[in-house]
């Protein structure tokens, strides 16, 4: 095992979250990715969802040049847009299903995918 | 070794309970400040896993020594501190019961410097906690 101390790892996306909302029934969570690199979210998120149980629904039509794009998932209650800017992206989810520690827990599962998936 | 338990009983059926194990990444999805799990072998037999706790990163290697779908899951952490993780799912009716076992060496060097035994028992003990309300809570509805 090694323990290192590393503040800065290349290998991560700095992702922080600059908004979130919380209701009976839907929340929803705004993240700021810096774009370091070229990153599929598409395959990002959809692996991640995977991992969740919950069966991807990638919006293929449309072009990657428009945006926003997005995956949805469980039936259309729970989606994720992403839109590029010259130096960020920004990233939202809306969970519209499930309990509210079952949401919190899934944003913060696809939160870790953002930062930390290859 | 010392040990820590934690059980819950979780609203699915066993084998998909189950399926929660038998994928190493997904665990990254459930086990508090685990990031990354990696090099993953074709049979899913043995993985790197890596903890990321505010920039300290603790990486080291694993391998799975049973897996008796759908009742038991177990691996063990080779590197460093050794510690043997065991997940159990005994079905009761529509429901699963769940629990998972963590026995672990304890660090006396570490120990010495960051923490007595019984907060160490304590934090691995709300570790395990978190575990497996995590996997009731993606499970249910």
């Not at chain 1, 029934?25 to 959809?46: E, G, H, P």
């Amino acid at each position: 095992m090694s323990v290192r101390f590393r503040p800065i790892d290349w290998r991560r996306t700095w992702v922080v979250q600059i908004n979130s909302s919380s209701a009976d029934q839907s929340s929803s969570y705004i993240w700021l990715a810096i774009q370091n690199r070229k990153r599929d979210w598409a395959a990002v998120f959809s692996s991640a969802l995977n991992l969740l149980m919950e069966t991807p629904e990638v919006t293929r039509d449309v072009p990657r040049d428009v945006q926003p794009q997005e995956v949805r998932f469980a039936e259309g209650a729970g989606r994720i847009t992403w839109q590029r800017t010259w130096f960020w992206i920004i990233i939202r989810l809306q969970l519209n299903s499930f309990s509210p520690k079952k949401r919190a827990l899934i944003a913060a599962a696809l939160l870790k995918s953002a930062r930390y998936t290859d | 070794m010392p040990k820590v338990t934690e059980n819950a009983v979780i609203t699915a059926p066993a084998e998909k309970v189950f399926q929660m194990f038998v994928e190493p990444e997904r665990a990254v999805m459930f086990v508090p400040g685990l990031s990354r799990i990696s090099n993953v072998s074709p049979d899913k037999r043995s993985w790197d896993f890596e903890f990321n706790w505010l920039g300290l990163v603790v990486s080291g290697h694993s391998e799975c020594t049973a897996s008796e779908a759908p009742k038991k899951y177990q691996f063990k952490t080779l590197t460093g501190n050794k510690s043997t993780w065991t997940y159990r799912c005994e079905p009761d009716g529509s429901k699963t019961k769940l629990s998972l076992e963590v026995e672990y060496e304890v660090p006396q060097q570490q120990l010495a410097r960051f923490a007595s035994e019984t907060v160490l028992q304590k934090m691995n003990q709300n570790t395990a906690r978190e575990i497996v309300s995590h996997i009731k809570t993606l499970l249910e509805p």
